[in-house]
């Protein structure tokens, strides 16, 4: 861009250098010199294969279809990835759940302990019954289904958008043609003004003139096609990605599902508060006595305040240090026993030397 205006500087500058000669004669302006400049600029400038002649109104419609000609091979190559993705997604966990078996297997152990042979056979079942409910969804009908007719609409809609953008660069080379006989005709004339033709040469304006008028017929003609019915054609295409988004859409829903409905037959879903209250439950006691080793406890600073017997939540004993950032949190050190206020969420309410405030649940042990 900064070479086509440096051209258009030290093009003015050079017609400016020359208006005496060619613009002022015995005193009068030559309008017809004048009024040629914007073409005279014209010719003067490269476009790179590009037209100089705009059209606004199709400029806007180019833009919006070659975003949507990219959307739309971007939604089939998602559709190709999540065909091949889904499929191997179920042999994979059969895989795993193979893998799994042979690990769990209780007649290779080397213990024989009846505890051990249990649980191995415990985890083995588990995965058998994994595998057999993994590779009884059988997907891969409705996905091909689906890809025979969704998908295949989808690519007749683009061999459809392969055209108008071949009708597009023809429209450009109609136009450059136009251009680059308007440039002709346009030096011709100027040339025939100022008498610098020979005979031949003004007899061959009349043949450029006609070649004109057809080449601006030409791309007259298609340019007002693409111009009429570019937007319906926007407008169809649009409709029909947004109905092949919600099917794709109850597609994906669909797969999960019955994934998700094959995988509770063999561990129920439960909640992510019910899991940790239940990992608690079981490990609490030891997490306790790991805490009474005298490796761990021997240099723990213990606030040996007088306990307070009416607390109605009890106390707890803060596991880390904890400096309070917001206004109202509770600041205390690695040691201290906290009053426990109120227990809702991750953040208690708790009181330690009369101050309150609020404390991360996961700082501190309960007592």
Request: proline content about 2%; charged content about 25%.
């Amino acid at each position: 861009m900064n070479q086509e205006l440096n051209k258009i500087s030290t093009q003015l500058s050079k017609t400016l250098k020359l208006v005496d000669e060619k613009f002022i004669k015995n005193n009068k302006l030559e309008w017809r010199q004048i009024k040629r400049t914007p073409q005279f600029l014209k010719q003067k400038i490269n476009y790179a294969g590009n037209s100089y002649t705009s059209d606004e109104e199709f400029n806007t419609l180019e833009a919006h279809f070659k975003i949507q000609e990219l959307g739309l091979h971007s939604l089939q190559d998602e559709l190709k990835s999540f065909a091949s993705a889904a499929i191997e997604t179920l042999r994979g966990s059969e895989h795993v759940a193979q893998g799994f078996q042979n690990l769990a297997d209780p007649y290779s152990n080397f213990k024989n302990s009846t505890n051990t042979i249990d649980e191995a056979y415990d985890a083995w079942t588990r995965g058998s019954k994994y595998k057999h409910l993994i590779s009884s969804i059988n997907f891969a009908n409705k996905l091909n289904l689906f890809m025979s007719m969704e998908f295949k609409k989808l690519e007749e809609v683009g061999n459809i958008s392969k055209q108008v953008s071949k009708k597009i660069a023809t429209r450009l080379v109609f136009l450059l043609d136009y251009d680059k006989l308007y440039n002709e005709y346009e030096t011709l004339c100027e040339r025939q003004e100022r008498n610098e033709l020979s005979l031949k040469q003004s007899n061959g304006i009349y043949s450029l003139k006609r070649k004109l008028e057809d080449s601006k017929i030409k791309y007259d003609s298609i340019n007002g096609i693409l111009k009429a019915c570019l937007p319906k054609f926007l407008h169809y295409v649009k409709q029909i990605i947004n109905a092949f988004y919600i099917k794709y859409t109850l597609l994906n829903y669909e797969f999960y599902s019955v994934i998700v409905a094959k995988l509770t037959k063999v561990q129920p879903v439960e909640e992510s508060a019910t899991i940790i209250s239940s990992f608690k439950q079981k490990n609490d006691p030891l997490f306790n006595d790991i805490e009474q080793l005298s490796i761990i406890a021997f240099n723990r600073p213990i606030d040996y305040a007088k306990p307070i017997f009416e607390a109605n939540l009890g106390f707890c004993y803060a596991l880390y240090d904890f400096h309070g950032v917001e206004p109202g949190d509770l600041s205390f050190k690695k040691g201290n026993r906290i009053k426990i206020l109120e227990r809702t969420g991750d953040w208690w309410q708790g009181e330690i030397k009369g101050k309150q405030g609020l404390f991360p649940s996961n700082y501190v042990k309960l007592e």
